[in-house]
Every structure is written in structure tokens, then in C-alpha cells.
């Protein structure tokens, strides 16, 4: 075996989606956010809907902490005991921390803030959203793909493009558009998710508890 | 002894060993990792990843806590910093040696 440093980094990035639970918590916010476009589409003037307009700058961040904890359990209870625990390294410098997470918030903010007045100018933009977020949504997953050299992220990328691009052009609305979006998207990450779960018990049957243990 | 021959004998020995070479690759890219992601990776067995374990926790190249998670024991594997630093300069060592030795 050659201790080749960068396929030692990568597989140790990649085995943070070795078991499908990436897929499975992100393919699950998805749905509860077509669940919540779903109520602002089909009842638009409710007091559900809008206390959930109101709330939605809460649904994010909210939902990225509850990715991470969805994650780490999910990893406690079945990865873990099957194929080992890694803790990954993270950058030390404070500053270039500082600066990366400012670099981010700033871009998120332009184009944030670019949409907004797109959207404001001409109302009709807002059609495309499903095209836009499948835009994102494409583009993170890409990046996923090349950073863990694992195939399947670039399949989950294209397929949810498509997705946006498709409910974009047959144009039926920001709202009804956005939640068939996400449900679409869910349920593509949800079968991804499932498919790597089941490959990944198939090879690893659960340990017998005292293996860890030198 | 002639020079290029010097560089290789200064090499660190419990490092220049296959196992723990590639424990300590292992190790110097991540944060930590336990006993089954190591032994899943080096494809040692059990009692030699132990032994090898144990003379680089010896050496202070590697940290080893011993913890539960729930009722499973955990045997969590860190590089130290003294390790970081040995494992560079026996690369730099062996590139050195690699690099002097060109035909």
C-alpha cells in the first residue's frame, strides 16, 4: 500500500458520504420545505402561512443545524460501530477563518441582495425561481462531487438542474413551482441517499461491539 | 560512509516502518480517527495495529484516548504535534535521499 497524502485526504473526505445520511437529512429538509411552499401556495392568506412567512429566515440556519445533528446521530448509531469514527481537520488560523466566512456572507449578500432587486423590478422573475435555486442547489452538489471525486453527487446535481429547468419552463408559478421543486429534489436525494445506505450495510455488517478496542 | 548514504541514515527508524508509515499518513490528515477507521484503512490486524499503535504512543507521535460511546468502547487515535513534526521531516528525509540519489 503507497501513503499517498491526498487519496488518504480524500478518502477520508469521502467517507463522510459513505453511508447516504448526507443525502438523507439534506433530502429531508428539502421536503419539509416543499411541504412549506406547498401551504404558502395552496393557502396563501392563512395565519399558517404566514407565520411561516415569518419564520422563514429561521427555517435556514435552523435547518443547517439540524442537518448537522441529523447527521451525527445517524453516524453514532450506524456508522460508527460498523466502519470507525473520523473527526476531519479544520483550517487553524482564526483570520483566514474570519476571512472565508466574510468572503461568504458578502457574496451571499450580493447575490442575495442582486435578486431581490431583480425580483422587485420585475415581479414575473420570480417564476424562475425553481430554475434559480435548481441553479444553486446543481452547483453545490457539483462542487461536492469534484471536492469528494464521488460520481453520484454529479448525477444528484444534474438531475435537480433538470428539475428546476423543467417546472420552470412549464411555468406554474413561483410558489407550486418552488414546492415541486423541493419535493422533486428530496425525493432524488432521499433515493440517492437510500441506494448508497443500502450498498453501504450490504458491505459492512454491524460490529460486535468490542472491536474498537486495541 | 558517503554523504548520500548519511542522509538515509538518519532517518527515523520507528517511522520507516510500513504499518506505522502509513498510520501516521493516515493520522496526519485528519483531526483523529478510532481503532476501526484505522484498522478499515491499514488492513492490519487488530493485534498488529495495536502493537504499532502502542510504540508510536510510546514515541509521543500519537496520542491514544480510551473513552466509551454509550456502553461501546472507543479508542480514539490523535497525532501529536511531536508526531506532525517527526512524520515531516522523515518525508523531508526521504525526499532529500530520493532527490541526491538520481542517476
Not at chain 1, 12 to 27: C, K, N, S
Not at chain 1, 67 to 74: D, E, G, P, Q, W
Not at chain 1, 182 to 201: D, P
Request: glycine share 8%; aromatic share 12%.
Amino acid at each position: 500500500m503507497q501513503p499517498d497524502l491526498s487519496k488518504t485526504r480524500l478518502r477520508a473526505f469521502q467517507y463522510l458520504y459513505i453511508d447516504g445520511t448526507f443525502e438523507f437529512t439534506f433530502g429531508g429538509l428539502c421536503l419539509l420545505l416543499a411541504g412549506f411552499f406547498y401551504i404558502q401556495a395552496s393557502m396563501p392568506e392563512s395565519l399558517l402561512s404566514t407565520i411561516l412567512t415569518m419564520s422563514f429566515v429561521i427555517i435556514t440556519p435552523a435547518g443547517a443545524v439540524l442537518i448537522n445533528r441529523l447527521v451525527n446521530r445517524f453516524k453514532e448509531n450506524i456508522t460508527y460501530p460498523r466502519t470507525g469514527y473520523v473527526a476531519f481537520q479544520r483550517p487553524k488560523e482564526g483570520l483566514r477563518r474570519g476571512i472565508r466566512a466574510g468572503f461568504m456572507l458578502g457574496l451571499t449578500a450580493i447575490i442575495g441582495g442582486t435578486v431581490a432587486a431583480f425580483i422587485t423590478r420585475n415581479p414575473q422573475t420570480l417564476d424562475w425561481m425553481p430554475l434559480l435555486t435548481g441553479f444553486v442547489f446543481g452547483g453545490v452538489f457539483t462542487w461536492i462531487g469534484f471536492r469528494s471525486a464521488l460520481a453520484r453527487f454529479f448525477v444528484i446535481a444534474l438531475l435537480i438542474w433538470i428539475s428546476g429547468f423543467f417546472l420552470t419552463m412549464r411555468g406554474i408559478g413561483n410558489m407550486p413551482g418552488l414546492s415541486l421543486f423541493y419535493a422533486l429534489s428530496g425525493l432524488i436525494l432521499l433515493l440517492s441517499g437510500a441506494l448508497t445506505l443500502w450498498q453501504y450495510l450490504r458491505h459492512n455488517p454491524p460490529s460486535d461491539g468490542v472491536i474498537n478496542e486495541p | 560512509m558517503n554523504p548520500e548514504r548519511n542522509l538515509f541514515a538518519g532517518v527515523d527508524r520507528l517511522i520507516h516502518e510500513p504499518s506505522r508509515a502509513i498510520i501516521l499518513s493516515i493520522l496526519a490528515t485528519v483531526e483523529s480517527a478510532d481503532f476501526i477507521y484505522l484498522q478499515r484503512e491499514t488492513h492490519l490486524t487488530r493485534g498488529n495495529l495495536s502493537v504499532h499503535l502502542s510504540k508510536l504512543e510510546a514515541a509521543g507521535y500519537v496520542h491514544i484516548e480510551k473513552t466509551y460511546r454509550g456502553k461501546v468502547p472507543l479508542t480514539l487515535c490523535q497525532m501529536t504535534l511531536a508526531g506532525h513534526q517527526a512524520f515531516d521531516a522523515y518525508r523531508q528525509q526521504l525526499k532529500n535521499f530520493v532527490e541526491n540519489t538520481k542517476e
